[in-house]
């Protein structure tokens, strides 16, 4: 008999309680075990048919031996960390869905696992049903990784979808999302890119064995995108879309971004729409790899979650493998720029003025353009370019009020 | 130290041996003990930097205990069958790429592992370097699966992707891939299904857990496909892609088949190209979950054998989960037919008679059609329907020489 603990009931907590109740037959037949859940910690008082499961007192779960599986669903970074690491330290394996957890103290919470040969498992902490971290420590063991980008937050893919297909600006699309429950009240963590952030920290740490903080990548989000910068992409066949972005680069550095970036219509990731995600792995030996689905949702984060849980009791008595190192300062190579196509818009007051310029001075790194003469703004994607190159060139324009990089995935 | 042997140097067994032996120090990192090649079975002469390692006899392989691993990548079933058996008997674990085998012989060689206690995997059997097998059955463990589907064949779609980007015919289309390497001399095994037949037989067996055999699915090829077809679905706002497809049906059976079906374009399967393979997989709590990669390749396809090597290793005192039962012949429903839109041409001799005898006669199930009197044929999407009902009405029908019906996925 395995006994589970489930800290936090929320939405993500209490799919969890049910996945493991109402279907503990079939999860039963997976571990080949009886399965309980023993507790679940919640301030809040709940109405529900297993009332009797619950505490407010995390020492409830943290003293009793016979729990040997901590699911925490909370959230944040407190109390979430120091109840994950007191869990770790008495010889109980945790599983989470907290990116925000997993990418600030991941190295140090996989290191205590490791110590105590125990499971620390977050499966559901990037791309929530989808199978992306297994497979990628598990089926790409023989490969050498990277690169890795996707859309990895489905509220600002919705919203950039909205403002795609149906033209909607990105105030109206916001809204829209947070009226159909797509978006919080307060967007911040997804539409300024954190969310996001998060996710290519932890990818990155898996794929290439190091940590990656959140603070080290340059992050962000769609609030700048307008219905035009949509319709030139359109434009020039590309779709914009909210990319994490992470690549080894020389020296055994990376570089880790989450930017708005231009993808060409012909790439599969154009084509993910709504509120799903897509994780792209590049491995040296199977080329482009893609998982793909939902990346949020009660039923498939618990999934996930309860994926591990039955992983952990599989793997009791197993040694660990999933694990990294800790970061470092210089391990994200932040100065670096890779030479690519950019996409730029350029706003002027004197619109003959800035063609004039345009053509005697960006002529020779510009690819292809759109003038729009109604708005004042000359849109066009770079030659591969160096960004620092490139953004020289445009702040020593007489002519230009304004301009805007977008990055692109060609 | 863990030996290996390696049986067949073809293009997937060359590729596994260069990675063991080429990337022996990563492989090492991983497994965190010495990996060795001991023996490579081949009845050909190589001259390679370790020809030392070649045998022609079987029994070298089969009676040297210091062998705890072999990876099968012969292809076919004899004498691959009565090797893999052997193996697994002698209480060594064995992977391979051999979809054939597994197709054919999956659940009876998995009964032989369980027994031993040592691994049976097969994850290079189905979409070559692409993870699906595993997080299958892992990742996906909180999940009832009750659908599977997927472009499951590169060559095929390569061919029909040709026909649909470049307006090429099916024969020269044929021909370039053949010219290419990426189709055989001999095509029949992937222009007429039956490779792709193998792989969902794979897929179904391991998710739903009883085995499905390959003359239990009903099976077309893509030969009568032609580029009047691929503009009818264009029309008709889809893509033509060979679909093999599994699905839950009542009283415990399945369906499954290997079809060529009109994919709608806002689909993310519409944008898979070239010689991708891509895998869709319909959980209760994830909802769609879909991998994406090359379906073969060298490097692919021996990544992924390289990766159940790692894992035979990891797990080698561990208990084995991968299982299913054996199959039945009533198992899969043949004659069940689902109520869904289907795509359907007629052809006849006398364009208006035919014309007349649509309107008065099929109206009632026609959603949308398309008139081409050039080529005195009709095109049309039906209403959701049975498959059977509809047949019974083209065959009717008087004006009509033939007819043809392809699945859709809309």
Not at 231 to 252: C, P, Q, R, T, W
Request: aromatic share 8%; proline share 2%.
């Amino acid at each position: 008999m395995i006994n589970i603990a489930i800290m936090g009931h929320g939405v993500v907590g209490s799919g969890v309680a049910e996945i493991l109740i109402n279907h503990n037959d079939r999860i039963k037949n997976r571990v080949k075990q009886d399965i309980n859940v023993k507790h679940i910690l919640d301030l809040r008082d709940f109405n529900v048919a297993y009332s009797d499961k619950f505490t407010k007192d995390f020492n409830d779960i943290l003293n009793d031996d016979s729990v040997s599986v901590v699911a925490e669903v909370m959230g944040g970074i407190t109390p979430a960390y120091d109840f994950v690491k007191a869990c770790l330290l008495k010889g109980k394996s945790v599983v989470t869905s907290n990116k925000e957890l997993v990418a600030a103290k991941g190295a140090e919470l996989i290191k205590i696992a490791n110590e105590k040969n125990v499971s620390f498992l977050f499966e559901a902490s990037v791309g929530g049903g989808i199978p992306v971290l297994r497979p990628i420590s598990n089926c790409l063991a023989a490969n050498e990784i990277d690169e890795i980008w996707g859309i990895l937050n489905g509220t600002t893919n919705y919203i950039l979808n909205k403002m795609i297909v149906d033209n909607m600006d990105f105030a109206s699309a916001l809204k829209l999302a947070q009226d159909l429950g797509f978006a919080e009240r307060n967007p911040a963590a997804d539409v300024e890119g954190h969310d996001a952030c998060r996710k290519i920290c932890i990818l990155s740490a898996l794929a290439y064995g190091k940590h990656v903080y959140p603070d080290q990548v340059k992050t962000e989000g769609i609030t700048e995108i307008t219905l035009d910068d949509v319709e030139y992409a359109d434009n020039f066949g590309a779709v914009i879309k909210l990319i994490g972005h992470s690549k080894k680069v020389e020296n055994g550095k990376i570089i880790a971004s989450v930017r708005p970036t231009l993808v060409s219509r012909s790439h599969i990731l154009a084509g993910v729409n709504g509120v799903f995600n897509a994780v792209v792995v590049n491995g040296d030996q199977t080329g482009e790899v893609a998982f793909y689905g939902k990346g949020a949702g009660k039923e498939a984060t618990a999934s996930a979650v309860v994926g591990d849980i039955i992983d952990c009791i599989k793997n009791q008595n197993n040694e660990k493998y999933l694990t990294w190192e800790d970061g470092s300062a210089d391990y994200v190579d932040t100065r670096y720029s890779e030479s690519s196509p950019l996409y730029v818009t350029l706003k002027g007051d004197d619109f003959a003025a800035l063609k004039g310029e345009f053509s005697s001075v960006l002529s020779d790194i510009c690819d292809s353009h759109i003038m729009n003469e109604y708005k004042n703004e000359i849109a066009f994607i770079t030659k591969p370019n160096n960004e620092s190159f490139v953004k020289d060139k445009l702040t020593a324009l007489k002519t230009v009020n304004s301009y805007k990089i977008l990055h692109t995935m060609f």
